[in-house]
């Protein structure tokens, strides 16, 4: 007859050499996996928090549909759409790429041949026309100048650029697809998981550990509200006034300053490039259309829309959300626009309960 094994005794019936034992047993272990999944924690860390951001909406989906027999339905939609929005502007950059291709070709061969033409504006400077269109004949004007910044700005490096790229590329499409993967089980195994993240936060740490994770998860959703749906909102405005002023690729542009604008105060360097794309043609009104929309624009988001919507979900004040962000950019990256905010929240919340305010 088969012997059942004899049931684990509880840990706090254990001596305390075996708990120290234990917990060493326990951290090594921790560390050892984070060193496994050191090329995945950043995969890890972007499906944590779009599983979070997304999570109120997908929790009221389950709460009106279900979750179906195998629970497979819903998380693949949700992690579906979340590669969609990443696919299809890189799609559609793409497609312009291609579209502008022979037309770079063309203009590099023109350039070779028969030197850059000298912008219209610089007829027009107030001061030091000559010396810049002296400049500008001589070194860019003249066929053979223009063909020597052409080789020395191609030449040699287009082989070891392509190469370089294609290697981030590669590297890049394994993370996104490992996140995606990620994303799938969070959203399916996303109730059990939650629910034992409470438990564990309780038993290590009291209430309190369960109210600073709850900190973190209000600071990524307000972070997500305030940079990413604001960003994008600012990229729609100023890219209609990009096609209404006539910039070329207006789409594109549009783009590149919505995922700009997602960063407080970096979408300036888009629309000035753009402004100095306009004056390059002679369109110096609508180039200076194109500044004051932009800096009207990113000014109401950064100074009034983004505090609402970030410190006001987590009572955080607006100049540690900006510090939060920038020095999360500077320290972790892109993912930091998210680190960064959450961090600086849970020490407020702890300060606040250290001085005696209550929790918040």
């Known amino acids: 007859m088969t012997q059942t094994p004899a049931a684990m005794p509880p840990l706090h019936d254990s001596s305390r050499p075996q708990r120290v034992a234990l917990g060493a047993l326990a951290l090594g272990l921790l560390l050892l996996g984070l060193y496994t999944l050191r090329e995945f924690l950043s995969a890890l860390a972007w499906a944590a928090i779009f599983a979070i951001a997304l999570w109120p909406l997908y929790a009221k989906l389950i709460r009106r549909f279900g979750t179906g027999r195998h629970n497979i339905l819903l998380p693949a939609a949700f992690t579906f759409a979340v590669a969609l929005v990443f696919i299809a502007p890189i799609g559609l950059v793409g497609i312009q790429l291609a579209h502008q291709a022979d037309s770079a070709t063309d203009w590099l061969h023109d350039v070779q041949q028969n030197g850059i033409t000298e912008p219209a504006f610089i007829q027009k400077l107030p001061f030091g026309q000559d010396e810049v269109d002296s400049w500008w ?128 105060f970096a979408a300036p360097v888009i629309f000035l490039i753009v402004a100095l794309l306009l004056l390059a043609q002679g369109a110096i009104v609508w180039a200076a259309v194109v500044v004051g929309c932009g800096f009207l624009v990113t000014f109401i988001a950064d100074h009034f829309i983004r505090p609402v919507l970030i410190g006001g979900t987590t009572k955080l004040p607006f100049l540690w959300v900006l510090l939060g962000i920038l020095g999360g950019v500077e320290v972790w990256g892109l993912i930091g626009l998210f680190f960064g905010p959450a961090i600086m929240a849970a020490l407020i919340l702890l300060w606040r309960e250290w001085v005696g305010e209550g929790p918040v």
């Open 137 to 264: 004949q001589e070194n860019l004007g003249d066929p053979g100048g223009a063909r020597k910044l052409v080789q020395r700005t191609a030449g040699g490096r287009v082989a070891h650029f392509s190469r370089t790229l294609g290697e981030a590329l590669v590297h890049r499409v394994t993370a996104f697809v490992f996140t995606l993967l990620t994303l799938f089980f969070l959203f399916k195994n996303g109730t059990t998981l939650t629910r034992q993240a409470r438990r564990a936060a309780i038993k290590a740490f009291g209430p309190g550990g369960e109210r600073i994770g709850q900190q973190i998860i209000a600071s990524i959703h307000g972070t997500v509200n305030g940079l990413v749906l604001v960003g994008l909102g600012e990229g729609l405005l100023l890219g209609v006034v990009y096609a209404i002023a006539g910039v070329p690729q207006a789409t594109v542009f549009g783009l590149l300053t919505a995922i700009a604008a997602m960063v407080p």
